[in-house]
Nanobody, 115 residues
Framework: QVQLVESGGGLVQTGGSLRLSCETS????????MGWYRQTPGNQREWVAT???????NYADSVKDRFTIWKDNAENKMYLQMNSLEPEDTGVYYC?????????WGQGTQVAVSS
């Protein structure tokens, strides 16, 4: 079993920044395909960004150049720095990881961007 706990959400104005974090209950290098997803109002959950153990990062086109994902292995945490936030970024953000072929999700953290 793996527990993932997100934090860092909140309310910001358009153009503002937030940093989300996801703390893992296991050594983070044992968890694969860690990433961030979000569910915006009226839409299905969508992929935002992924970071692999080798360090490679991938981003959805909608957040590329505004969001940065990384892991801190010493802290067993994954982060998502979100800059230039837009109202369309409003939603619940979830972290996800795969451990021994099973996917695990956090409970989500709410992000709200006001216009």
């Amino acid at each position: 079993q793996v527990q993932l706990v997100e934090s860092g959400g909140g309310l910001v104005q358009t153009g503002g920044s937030l940093r989300l974090s996801c703390e893992t209950s296991r050594v983070i290098t044992s968890i694969y395909g860690m990433g961030w997803y979000r569910q915006t109002p009226g839409n299905q959950r969508e992929w935002v960004a992924t970071v692999v153990n080798g360090g490679a990062r991938n981003y959805a086109d909608s957040v590329k150049d505004r969001f940065t994902i990384w892991k801190d292995n010493a802290e067993n945490k994954m982060y998502l720095q979100m800059n230039s936030l837009e109202p369309e970024d409003t939603g619940v953000y979830y972290c996800k990881g795969t451990y021994r072929t099973r996917d695990f999700w956090g409970q989500g953290t709410q992000v709200a961007v006001s216009s």
